[in-house]
């Protein structure tokens, strides 16, 4: 019955709107397609260009079809902590939570150490939640900055759960102005932020240095793990407790439980592959097993910290609830940041997928894994099919005492993150997270719900957790291209939803992971239709219906409803007509750079002329960049070869449409505006959405400006395609 349920499901309204439009869409789309099947030209009027037009909108149709899997009739879940509360009271499964890192520069420890803290400070109780972080850079300075941190967390975590604030990330918490002083005496908030801004100049200032203090090393065995001889690629495996849960002693400055604090660095050796972060969080799986081996797993990346003290209560609510609870295999949160700027000037808003495409995933079967913000049962991570059967021991973990002691323990927890432990096992195959390929998350999760097991996704009013966006254009491209490098390789392999989930999940489940499979090789027929037809005006060569043929109607009434739809779709999930706008643009800016660049990636890895390689992010950026950022300004600055593309496109759009319509004006108006009208305005379309790179070649002066070598090899290049036949 309702009443007794842990969670609702509720399905989003006005499906049966979205259904007549998407009908009447696919129905233009095939009266698209028949017109370029029987309106060929002749050899030498534009055919070959013709047929490639047909086989771009093949392609666009064939991924619109694949959209609407998740479009039909997404869901929204909504848990109810109440009814968990008057249930169990405080009798919950202990939580074992993941915090990754791999890079003190891209990621520096202040930031690292901030997540782990808010994390720390759930409102669950301390005894039985254990924070692992896994440095796979194996930095001492990340070490020393947790170490400060578990000495900081002392007075952090009771000040959080005395007053009850959010967030309890304290670089969050205290950014946010003093507006937050009306809930405690300015004394003690002063105190707190104080000892904070004490120790995050300590951390930074070893981190200029690059060492640590001598009478530092002294206060912690940990600090002798590293030596002269030790390289972020080649060490020994290192684990240590920071705080102990199990031992009475660790207390805070009120004399509550803390919360136990793991820091582990696995071994690497340089003959060893290390299959980055899933080989991270597999020896995180063993480690913990030792440690706490709680039934439950979250995992969070190092940027994203907690912004919702409840986000455990939520997620519990699923896996325990009686009717549907044994069937979930792991709860998936949004990927939401805290630096968006108000017109999303990168695109970096996940706010459509989040609300629409993620949970019109969870209707199928449940939401991929995003490799962050998601719980998992510990048993599912290892390998185990769903049965009808199955009881979960919900008992286990830290509230089960060992004689053991911390080196004991510390010992053997070494032995499970050693570069040979995985040798000859199923690690990295059925046990575990997934090797192999970039995008591991994707296939991890892939390979659960293969298993029978389904996922939810909760998106609560409040954030659960808030990251750190890419705030240049570089970053946004580097992270599109890993991702769209890491879906289509899973696409081309063993893992294609189509083939692995055959049979095992429901087609538009299958349709919903492809979504992502397939966003490379969509940079060829997006680069098709940016340049072909803008050189088809200038060269004369009709490649639409004129605009007094009956045939332009069902093109226009695609290309508008299809606009008006996603312009609805943005408005009402809270972006800005500005910010659509700009996701209108970045949309084509990362499908022919950072998909391209994915597509030719894959492909070289699958000729054998290149190996798998992961990289990170940068959470950092200079003052200059970050201003602009701001100020939303798009930042070039350094010569990319992703700009050169862009440049290029963007003049050859503006040579194209100038020339065409000085053609059009010098040699007949009204039967040349006829026939190119549709090419005048993609052509023009195109040129207004490039606005922001024409400024940055020829008008801007500032350091964020595109280099002149770019502008000028995008000119020669330009020049050239020219010179390309339309046939």
Excluded at 90 to 102: H, K
Excluded at 150 to 166: G, M, N, T, V
Excluded at 343 to 368: A, E, F, K, R, W
Excluded at 443 to 457: E, K, N, P, Q
Aim: some cysteine; proline content about 5%.
């Amino acid at each position: 019955m309702e009443s007794r349920q842990l969670f609702t499901t509720e399905r989003v309204g006005g499906r049966a709107v979205y259904r007549l439009h998407a009908v009447t869409v696919a129905a233009g789309i095939l009266l698209v397609l028949y017109y370029r099947a029987t309106h060929v030209p002749a050899a030498g009027e534009g055919r070959a260009a013709w047929l490639g037009m047909l086989v771009a909108e093949l392609w666009y149709s064939a991924y619109w079809v694949i959209t609407q899997s998740v479009r039909w009739s997404p869901v929204r879940r909504r848990p109810f902590r109440d009814r968990l509360a008057a249930r169990y009271g405080e009798r919950l499964p202990c939580v074992d939570i993941f915090v990754c890192t791999a890079d003190p520069e891209s990621e520096p420890p202040n930031l690292v150490i901030s997540t782990v803290l808010s994390v720390m400070a759930y409102n669950f109780p301390a005894e039985k939640i254990s924070v692992y972080l896994s440095d796979d850079g194996g930095s001492v300075l990340t070490f020393y900055a947790l170490w400060e941190a578990s000495l900081f967390a002392k007075h952090w975590l009771p000040f959080c759960k005395r007053y009850d604030i959010e967030p309890r990330s304290p670089a969050a918490y205290f950014s946010e102005s003093d507006r937050h002083q009306d809930l405690c005496t300015p004394k003690e908030w002063s105190f707190i932020r104080d000892m904070y801004e004490e120790m995050t100049e300590r951390i930074d200032t070893a981190a200029m240095l690059g060492k640590i203090p001598e009478e530092i090393k002294a206060n912690h065995k940990g600090f002798h793990e590293w030596n002269q001889e030790t390289t972020s690629k080649n060490h020994q495996p290192i684990v240590q407790l920071l705080i102990d849960g199990k031992n009475g002693n660790a207390v805070d400055s009120e004399g509550n439980v803390l919360p136990t604090l793991v820091y582990m660095s696995r071994e690497k050796q340089p003959q060893y592959h290390h299959n980055f972060k899933a080989g991270a969080m597999n020896a995180l799986i063993r480690v913990s097993s030792v440690i706490s081996n709680s039934p439950i797993i979250m995992n969070v990346d190092c940027d994203m910290y907690s912004n919702n003290c409840n986000t455990i209560r939520d997620a519990l609510c699923f896996f325990l609830d009686e009717e549907m609870g044994h069937k979930i295999g792991f709860v998936q949160y949004p990927q939401n940041y805290n630096n968006l700027t108000k017109n999303n000037i990168y695109g970096n808003s996940h706010q459509v997928t989040n609300q629409v495409l993620m949970g019109g995933m969870d209707s199928v079967g449940g939401p991929m894994y995003v490799g962050t913000g998601c719980f998992h049962r510990r048993e599912i991570l290892c390998g185990r099919r769903f049965t009808e059967d199955y009881q979960e021991d919900w008992k286990r973990g830290i509230m089960d005492k060992t004689q053991e002691s911390i080196d004991e323990i510390e010992e053997k927890a070494k032995s499970l993150a050693t570069c040979m432990y995985e040798h000859g096992t199923q690690w990295g195959d059925e046990i575990g997270l997934k090797y192999g390929y970039p995008a591991e998350d994707i296939i991890t999760g892939l390979a659960i719900h293969c298993r029978g097991w389904m996922s939810v996704h909760n998106n609560p009013p409040r954030p659960a957790f808030l990251g750190v966006a890419p705030t240049t254009l570089a970053q946004t491209l580097l992270q599109h291209k890993r991702w769209s490098d890491g879906a289509f390789s899973i696409f081309l392999s063993k893992y294609c939803p189509f083939l692995f989930g055959h049979g095992k999940i429901k087609l538009r489940h299958q349709m919903g992971y492809s979504i992502y499979g397939l966003w490379a090789p969509n940079s060829l027929p997006t680069l098709y239709y940016v340049i072909i037809p803008s050189l088809a005006l200038l060269k004369g060569t009709s490649l639409f219906p004129e605009i007094t043929s009956p045939w332009i109607t069902p093109f226009m009434y695609v290309f508008c409803v299809k606009n008006m739809y996603s312009l609805y779709e943005a408005l009402s999930c809270g972006d800005t007509l500005k910010g659509w706008w700009n996701e209108q643009r970045m949309w084509m800016v990362r499908r022919i750079t950072s998909y391209l660049y994915g597509f030719i990636d894959t492909a070289r890895k699958l000729l054998g002329l290149s190996k798998m390689a992961f990289a990170v992010t940068s959470k950092v950026s200079e003052e200059d960049e970050s201003n602009s950022y701001e100020q939303e300004i798009m930042e070039f600055g350094s010569a990319s070869p992703e700009y050169v593309i862009i440049a290029i496109a963007a003049l050859l759009n503006l040579i194209c449409l100038v020339g065409g319509l000085s053609q059009i004006m010098t040699g007949g108006w009204n039967i040349l505006l006829n026939v190119f009208f549709p090419q005048l305005i993609l052509c023009g379309m195109l040129v207004i959405t490039n606005i922001p790179f024409y400024e940055a070649m020829f008008v801007r002066k500032d350091k964020g400006r595109i280099p002149f070598s770019i502008t000028l090899a995008s000119i020669g290049f330009a020049t050239m395609a020219l010179l390309v036949p339309i046939v």
